[in-house]
C-alpha cells in the first residue's frame, strides 16, 4: 500500500485488507454501513466524494461538486451526509442526501471542518476558525449553531459518542470529554497533554481511540 490508500482490518490489526490500488489519494473513509464506506478520492481528476462497497471493492462517484472537500461524516442512519463543501465560495458545511444538499453554515470569514454526527442524527458537531478553532454544533432543521468551546485557542477532531458525549482534542494534544449541553465547562481529562489526534469512540462507548 501506498501513502492515501484504503485498508480495512480489525481493531487489533490483524488481516490487513488493501482497498484501493490505483496510485491516487483516498482519504477521510467513513462507513455508511456494514459493507459500503464514503471516502474523498482524486481518482478522477478532481477530488471527489466516492462510495465504495468493501465487498466487490467496486466504486463509484456519489457526489461531485466544484472545489474539494474537506470533511465528511455518515449520519447514523446511513442516509445523510455532512461535508464539508466550497463550491460557492467560503469552506461551508453542507447536508447531501441523494440528488439534493443543503447548506447549514454561512460563514465567509471563517472555515467549517471536521462535522460528526449527533446520536439522533438531529445536530452536527465540527469546527470553526482559522487562527483560534472552536468546536460548534448546529441544528440540521432551524440550522441555528452554537458554540460549545471556548476555554483555549483550539478545539479539534471532535467525535459524537452514541452516549451523547464529545471527544475533542485541545491545546497541547490533550484529549478531553465533554457533554455537549453544557459545552466545555463539563470537561474531564482523558490523557494528559502529549500529542494526540483524532480520537473515536469505540462502539461500546467506554472506550477510545486515537494517534500519538
Same mark, same amino acid.
Not at 500500500?1 to 490500488?21: K, M, S
Not at 460557492?88 to 447548506?103: A, F, I, K, M
Not at 448546529?138 to 477532531?157: C, E, G, M, P
Given at each position: 500500500?501506498?501513502?492515501?490508500?484504503?485498508?480495512?482490518?480489525?481493531?487489533?490489526?490483524?488481516?490487513?485488507?488493501?482497498?484501493?490500488?490505483d496510485g491516487k489519494m483516498s482519504i477521510f473513509p467513513r462507513w455508511k454501513d456494514a459493507n459500503t464506506v464514503y471516502f474523498i478520492s482524486d481518482r478522477s481528476g478532481a477530488t471527489q466524494i466516492w462510495e465504495m462497497d468493501v465487498t466487490t471493492e467496486r466504486a463509484k462517484r @456519489?457526489?461531485?461538486?466544484?472545489?474539494?472537500?474537506?470533511?465528511?461524516?455518515?449520519?447514523?442512519?446511513?442516509?445523510?451526509?455532512?461535508?464539508?463543501?466550497?463550491?460557492?465560495?467560503?469552506?461551508?458545511?453542507?447536508?447531501?442526501?441523494?440528488?439534493?444538499?443543503?447548506?447549514?453554515?454561512?460563514?465567509?470569514?471563517?472555515?467549517?471542518?471536521?462535522?460528526?454526527?449527533?446520536?439522533?442524527?438531529?445536530?452536527?458537531?465540527?469546527?470553526?476558525?482559522?487562527?483560534?478553532?472552536?468546536?460548534?454544533?448546529?441544528?440540521?432543521?432551524? @440550522?441555528?449553531?452554537?458554540?460549545?468551546?471556548?476555554?483555549?485557542?483550539?478545539?479539534?477532531?471532535?467525535? /459524537?459518542?452514541?452516549?451523547?458525549?464529545?471527544?475533542?482534542?485541545?491545546?497541547?494534544?490533550?484529549?478531553?470529554?465533554?457533554?455537549?449541553?453544557?459545552?466545555?465547562?463539563?470537561?474531564?481529562?482523558?490523557?494528559?497533554?502529549?500529542? /494526540?489526534?483524532?480520537?473515536? /469512540?469505540?462502539?461500546?462507548?467506554?472506550?477510545?481511540?486515537?494517534?500519538?
Open positions: 500500500a501506498v501513502p492515501g490508500d484504503l485498508c480495512t482490518c480489525y481493531p487489533y490489526g490483524l488481516d490487513i485488507r488493501q482497498l484501493t490500488n @456519489k457526489w461531485s461538486f466544484k472545489g474539494t472537500p474537506t470533511g465528511i461524516a455518515v449520519s447514523p442512519d446511513g442516509t445523510k451526509c455532512a461535508a464539508i463543501l466550497s463550491f460557492q465560495g467560503n469552506p461551508e458545511l453542507y447536508v447531501l442526501q441523494g440528488d439534493s444538499y443543503s447548506r447549514l453554515t454561512t460563514t465567509p470569514y471563517e472555515v467549517e471542518g471536521q462535522p460528526t454526527w449527533s446520536p439522533d442524527g438531529k445536530k452536527i458537531a465540527f469546527v470553526r476558525g482559522d487562527k483560534s478553532q472552536q468546536i460548534w454544533v448546529v441544528d440540521v432543521a432551524t @440550522k441555528q449553531t452554537r458554540r460549545l468551546t471556548s476555554r483555549s485557542r483550539q478545539n479539534i477532531d471532535p467525535d /459524537w459518542g452514541k452516549d451523547g458525549r464529545i471527544v475533542y482534542v485541545t491545546n497541547g494534544g490533550q484529549i478531553k470529554v465533554m457533554n455537549p449541553a453544557e459545552g466545555d465547562s463539563s470537561a474531564q481529562n482523558v490523557t494528559e497533554d502529549g500529542g /494526540w489526534q483524532h480520537p473515536s /469512540w469505540a462502539r461500546d462507548g467506554r472506550h477510545i481511540v486515537a494517534n500519538s
